[in-house]
């Protein structure tokens, strides 16, 4: 069986290097596929991308989705030139070490490796601790910290070296799914409505937001300035069908089963519905969710924006989460995708989700 082919939109997002607070690389990428087909398109303050279609239209319905990615930010070089650093983002520090790892810094990308203490020189007791962030260290092959110095520099951010790849089907790997595909989702929407020539009465305005792994900061902003009556917020969402998952805990979401809406206080029940029903016409299987908190995504701010904004939360199955090494099944993205353009078109003239 041939692989899956993947979208160049969706491949270039992929291959973006944008952690929290510096998402250039991302932004770029967004420019280039979505502005084209917006009837406005705008950036603001934080490097959110705000790209409107039918801009007479009412209520207006804002998409979201968060092009940041965890990363490491450099704090320190030794005498040795060796660089020390702290995270962007929630890291599970245990797979830190190890790992190669690009640096943007003002005159190109520079590679490096995180290191530690090699096991065989540890005494038993150390063999048995996870390191605290301090004692990793990143290697440039650097021999000073003026040689260093003049590669990087204090603040510069790094990300993981692992590409997108296919692994088998339409199931792949990434190391920032959570969530490029978001910003694909939202983008990609758009792009099929203007194509489309779609009859809308809606005002749609598809946001590629910023450092949400750091406290939905850019969903904050953008939502106040969107004004929006309604948004679906898109981010990932554990696929709890792997080994070592209680689903007593966790609830049972699959790879593969279709995007998962969530139910919660987080959510607009007339908007869960709405999505309900606009899976069922468009023939989309869905998994669903239950979330008795604010979430974790940028539906949590979005909500709570202005006067309240009625809001709904789709997330994309996702193993491995916030590892070098997530795994999506590309299939779910697309059935994403097909019900936010399902959204779109369902909302009526001036239609209030107020309850």
Known sequence: MADYVAPVFLTELLRAKSPSGSEGQAQAVFDAHVKPHADTY?????????????KSGGPTVMFSGHMDELGLIITYVNKDGFIYFDTIGGHDKTIISGRRVIIQTAHGLVKGVTGKRAIHLMEESDRKKVPEIHEIWMDIGAKSKAEALKRVAIGDVATYDHEFEIISGSVGTARAFDNKVGAYIVGEALIRLSREKAKLNAKIVSVATTQEE?????ATTSAFAVDPHVALAVDVGHATDHPDCDNRKYGETKLGGGPIICRGPNVNPKVYQRLIACAKKAKITVQLEADPRPTGTDARAIQMARGGVACGLVSVPLRYMHTPSEVVDLEDVEACVKLFVEFAKSVGKGESFNW
């Open 42 to 54: 705008a950036n603001d303050a934080l490097g959110c991308r705000l790209a409107t279609l039918n």
């Open 214 to 218: 750091i406290g939905v900061r850019g």
